[in-house]
């Protein structure tokens, strides 16, 4: 999908002038806003992804672009997204609370390619009225739970509990330096086979998921209002520069094509 290729419906009338939605809880991380292109990039969670109103592009691992209504990658998977500034739903659970197969009841008339899920629909209107609706941060939260909670229930595989607690760990002492050899005996493990085995269950390495836990307290200080200056260094990164350099990395486009302008609570709600 290349070329100036057009092959969205375009946006409907309520959806213009809208900011970005993001929502960030313990196991959940929601985007949905417009979209262009996103280099090269991989993620610490896997992620749903739904077009609102038309397909996108997606290529994986450097391979044909491919044209898509929704997709579920696994984390750690290299890919490129072409949105064409059209709003898309993004969607990351964490890999204790289902991983990509909590995600998978989310698409519908999907085939694989390269480990990732391509489909033709899913998951559309829910998120669609997520992103139309200007109160909707007051029920997001809900709405996820119910779109999500039967795929966590029934995924394929359950994380080995030690490396699900070690995860859990790092989303909520994210500012916490700790050596892996102290997530390693805590679980009862060495440090090699720690490592080894919590890549297995997350599909990521464990270096690579500490970045992902502390990029997302970085986005959550911005979404709540802090700047980026703050909340980069409430999240532990060294500056600014180092904090868009890892965002750049995560998600294939700087942070102000996303967290410049998001929708925010009203005071009262």
Not at 33 to 52: C, D, M, T
Not at 105 to 119: A, H
Not at 179 to 186: E, I, K, L
């Amino acid at each position: 999908m290349t070329g100036g290729q057009r092959l969205y419906e375009g946006a409907t009338v309520q959806s213009a002038g809208l900011d970005a939605l993001w929502h960030l809880d313990s196991s959940r991380t929601l985007f949905i806003g417009p979209l262009y292109f996103n280099g090269s990039h991989q993620h610490g969670a896997p992620v749903f992804l739904a077009g609102l109103y038309g397909p996108f592009g997606l290529r994986v691992l450097g391979g044909r672009w491919l044209t898509c209504r929704t997709a579920v990658i696994p984390a750690g998977v290299l890919h490129e997204l072409d949105v064409g500034g059209n709003p898309i739903a993004v969607l990351y659970i964490e890999p204790d609370c289902g991983g990509a197969g909590g995600l998978t009841p989310l698409i519908t008339t999907s085939q694989e390619t390269g480990g990732v899920l391509v489909g033709r629909g899913g998951v559309i209107g829910p998120m669609r009225e997520l992103y139309e609706d200007r109160a909707s941060l007051q029920w997001t939260g809900a709405a996820l739970s119910g779109l999500t909670g039967f795929g966590e229930r029934h995924a394929r595989k359950a994380m080995d509990p030690r490396i699900a607690r070690a995860a859990r760990m790092l989303r909520n002492n994210y500012d916490e330096v700790k050596p892996v050899a102290q997530f390693a005996a805590g679980a009862g493990l060495s440090p090699s086979r720690f490592q080894h085995l919590f890549s297995e269950c997350a599909g990521v390495p464990f270096r690579r998921y500490r970045a992902w836990a502390r990029m997302r307290a970085a986005v959550a200080e911005i979404v709540a209002g802090a700047s980026f200056t703050s909340a980069a260094h409430a999240a532990g990164f060294f500056d600014q520069a180092h904090f868009a350099r890892d965002f750049r990395r995560t998600f294939g486009a700087p942070a102000s094509v996303s967290l410049s302008k998001v929708r925010r609570h009203k005071g009262g709600d």
